[in-house]
């Protein structure tokens, strides 16, 4: 049983061959053998280790049947010699195991059964999976004229949407927290987007990117649709992060042209922001917040619209003519004037909680007394010193003594360690005036009335 890794009906143009059949006549006639050397046999590995007749080595073929992903008919996308054998290892001791070796390599499909073949000999069949070892297990069966070649061609992809239960579901294997998890981009569904600033808000070490439904912003003229989803989500965090639409742009998989929500092109602006500056920069603006690979937008707000959206916490994403698509907001889902109702802002914490948190490791276990603490403080320091001198942040004191370890702290066997934050601002509002002069009229003397 097959499964293509791109949902929807993109797998219904793929064909997967498999080929284990080792007569050589055979394999010359197959029609994708000329992309082997030779007929199917006995693996390296099985063969020094186990029985130099297993026979356990099968070819498997993934191709594009239709030409909607290649352009062409048949056109062969990717090509695997692999084992029935369990145990099967390759020069670098990786698994040979042929649904091992598609799940790790192939782009296109998953195995997840055993190949099914038409004929009744089925004892050939009950080979696969089975480990290697000193008797050939995979032989040719009863009637030993068996050709082992199958074709599948993937059929009954759906691109519906998932139901929300599923969506949860999902969104669950992101609750552990030692699942490294940095952006949650969820889809237009105001329960799931909840649920999902949610996770994000217990685990305090990531943040949730939600878009709007289409149906809120194409041929929609003003932000009335996208406000009511946003009142819909119901849920004020500083871990979620709002935009306003959907972008028209070129699917390269599909070669064609498609809406697809923005928000992985804001989580996407973040992870640049970690690249060419640091995590506390905003990833709005010009320098920053350009929107790559985009046609249009499905909804381009306008100066009033873009006002109403601000005010509801939604970061509008606006092209303007002439210098390109940006993300025109920085704001958080907080719902209240506070220094974490910018993304900046709660992006620079979660940098600063993650990296003293493994910092203050070092102190489990130890004594709570004054040689303890003070390692502390000078393990934390420096590390704030260097994003003040980053600009991440604006002022800082650490206190770690007995004014925060007191008494009832130790016998508790508790530790301590208040870290004060001044964050950095980024500018949302720009104020420029300008003042027309007579001609006699000293700048000097004007600029020092102001």
Request: charged share 20%; aromatic share 12%.
């Amino acid at each position: 049983m097959l499964a293509a890794r791109y949902a929807g009906t993109l797998g219904d143009n793929l064909r997967v061959s498999v080929y284990a059949n080792t007569n050589a006549t055979a394999f010359d006639a197959w029609e994708y053998s000329t992309y082997f050397d030779r007929a199917p046999g006995t693996t390296y590995y099985v063969a020094t280790n186990f029985n130099s007749n297993a026979n356990d080595e099968v070819y498997i073929v993934v191709s594009d049947r239709t030409g909607s992903i290649s352009g062409k008919a048949n056109t062969v996308l990717e090509k695997f010699a692999a084992s029935k054998a369990k145990n099967a290892k390759d020069e670098n001791n990786n698994s040979l195991y042929y649904r091992d070796v598609l799940f790790n390599k192939s782009r296109w499909v998953y195995w997840i059964g055993h190949p099914e073949y038409a004929n009744t000999e089925a004892d050939y069949l009950t080979d696969w999976g089975s480990d290697a070892s000193g008797v050939s297990i995979f032989h040719e069966t009863a009637g030993g004229n068996v050709e082992h070649k199958t074709n599948y061609n993937l059929s009954g992809g759906d691109d519906g949407e998932a139901a929300l239960a599923d969506v949860q579901e999902a969104l669950d294997l992101l609750k552990e927290p030692a699942t490294d998890v940095n952006f949650i981009c969820i889809g237009p569904y105001t329960d799931a987007a909840s649920y999902a600033i949610q996770i994000a808000e217990e685990r305090k070490d990531c943040m949730a990117f939600i878009s709007p439904p289409l149906s809120a912003v194409q041929g929609q003229t003003d932000a009335d649709a996208i406000v009511t989803f946003r009142n819909a989500i119901n849920y004020n965090s500083s871990y979620g992060v709002m935009d306003s639409g959907w972008k028209y742009h070129y699917d390269k998989y599909n070669d064609s042209y498609r809406y697809t929500p923005l928000n992985g092109d804001i989580a996407g602006l973040c992870a640049r922001t970690d690249v060419t500056n640091d995590p506390w920069f905003s990833p709005a603006g010009q320098v920053r917040g350009q929107i790559k690979n985009i046609v249009r937008l499905a909804y381009n707000p306008g100066q009033i619209d873009r006002d109403t959206l601000y005010k509801n916490d939604i970061n509008p994403v606006v092209t303007f003519q002439g210098e390109g698509t940006y993300l025109f907001g920085d704001k958080t889902l907080l719902g209240r004037p506070s220094a974490f109702d910018r993304i900046n802002v709660r992006r620079l914490f979660i940098t600063l909680e993650k990296a003293i948190s493994v910092a203050a490791r070092a102190s489990l276990f130890e004594f709570n007394d004054t040689f303890t603490r003070s390692q502390f403080v000078s393990l934390v320091t420096p590390y704030l010193r260097s994003v003040q001198a980053g600009r991440g942040i604006f002022d800082y004191r650490v206190i770690c003594d007995d004014r925060n370890n007191t008494p009832e702290v130790i016998d508790r066997n508790q530790f301590v360690g208040d870290i004060f934050i001044k964050p950095s601002r980024s500018i949302n509002f720009i104020q420029l005036n300008f003042v027309a002069l007579r001609s006699g009229v000293s700048f000097e003397e004007i600029v020092g009335n102001i």
